[in-house]
């Protein structure tokens, strides 16, 4: 098993590096925190520089790329700001992978060339105030009326919602609990849709809101997939978790390493003229850990994704590596912030911005109680 990048992978990662570092210097990574506002301009350079066709057929101006070459990409650019990447899976994993996945040939040809250029921006609107975790439970209802389908109901935590031209929208069709569930391509200019930002702890600038569908109206052919994919949400949605999954924890891994190139500097600082056998050695056995912790997840993630190239069934891996990947960096970003001490608090210091960052990734695409459960199964308790 060879697990190393191609050299087109690699030359991707040394491309991403070198926009981070060109476009994205602290000061504007802080700035853009502070504002917490959609971060439009970089997202467009994204676009212009080629990083939104990673993984779309060549057929459709993209690149070709697997899941290996979004990891790449996501890595690089959490490492420095990790809500363009949030922002940048508006595009990436919820248009373009959604779209090539499970679209049929008309909406392919509408979206994705699109998609490419960043003419358009996707959301994807699956959580409810009461069914966030427990998916099926789902109740935002579509009725059809008069050769229409009219939506009703709440969505909530929807990332970029209020600034996507598409909202792909999972509803109830049928009361059947998997096989009731049809997903709609909704145009979020549509009479009825109102999207509310959301103020929270981290990722600030990915326009997280609460969603309301008060009568929307959709034509059938909005329909994810055509009309005959009516009431196939549920298997549309499992066709892109290992993906979703190893993509979350790449950005994980990104954070991670970024807050030790900022923990083991300061260490040092601290604890120079000490020596090894000094008393500091506790703190350096702490940095150790969570360094090889982190190596370990690295491996564990980039396994799994040549798994999902080697199209082998790799469930329980992706599951594995989505909640060992989360909990890694979260783990690691308290420890560095005690480490810290008050240097860690002050909110000029890099760690808290990264801190206040990776919660979120043991909570979004399946938390990581939720990894639990699925592994326990697949290793058959």
């Known amino acids: 098993m060879d697990h ?13 590096r070198e926009f981070v570092n060109r476009e994205i210097p602290d000061e504007v990574a802080v700035g853009i925190e502070e504002a917490d506002q959609f971060p439009h301009e970089l997202m467009a350079k994204l676009s212009a520089e080629g990083f939104m066709a990673i993984n779309v057929p060549e057929e459709f101006g993209g690149m070709g790329g697997t899941v290996v070459d979004e990891m790449v990409f996501f890595e690089e650019i959490s490492k420095r700001l990790p809500v363009l990447s949030w922002t940048a899976g508006d595009i990436i994993l919820y248009g373009n992978n959604i779209i090539k996945t499970n679209g049929n040939k008309a909406q392919k040809e509408a979206y994705l060339p699109k998609l490419v250029k960043g003419e358009m921006l996707f959301c994807f609107a699956l959580t409810e105030p009461d069914a966030g975790s427990d998916a099926v439970s789902i109740r935002t209802s579509a009725v059809e009326e008069n050769g229409q389908y009219v939506i009703n109901g709440n969505k909530m935590f929807i990332s970029g919602a209020s600034v996507a031209d ?13 096989g009731g569930i049809t997903t709609f391509l909704v145009d979020t200019k549509s009479p009825g849709y109102n999207a509310m930002p959301i103020k929270k702890l981290g990722y600030k600038g990915s326009d997280t809101c609460e969603v309301v ?28 978790l ?16 970024r807050i030790l190139s900022e923990l083991i500097p300061f260490v040092k600082e601290r604890t120079a003229g000490v020596g090894r056998a000094g008393k500091y050695q506790d703190i350096e056995h702490v940095v150790v850990e969570m360094a090889t912790q982190l190596e370990a997840a690295r491996r564990l993630a980039y396994y799994a994704a040549w798994m999902v190239t080697e199209k082998m069934d790799c469930v329980c891996e992706t599951s594995m590596t989505k909640y060992f990947c989360a909990e890694t960096s979260k783990k ?20 808290q911005r990264f801190f206040r960052d990776v919660p979120i990734l043991s909570v979004g695409g399946g938390t990581s109680q939720i990894q ?4 326990a199964k697949l290793v058959g308790l």
Request: hydrophobic residues 35%.
């Open 4 to 16: 190393r990048l191609t050299q087109q992978q690699e030359a991707l990662r040394e491309k991403t």
């Open 166 to 178: 598409i909202a792909v929208t999972n509803t109830r069709t049928a009361d059947s609990k998997y």
């Open 213 to 240: 569908y008060d009568n929307v109206r959709v034509d059938t052919d909005t329909i994810l997939g055509g009309r005959d994919c009516l009431n196939q949400g549920w298997p549309q949605m499992m066709r892109l």
């Open 242 to 257: 290992n993906g979703e999954r190893l993509v979350l924890s790449a950005c994980a891994l990104g954070i991670g390493e």
């Open 332 to 351: 690691i970003a308290l420890e560095a912030m005690k480490i810290m001490g008050d240097h860690g608090c002050d909110m000029n210091c890099n760690v």
């Open 372 to 375: 639990k459960n699925i592994i």
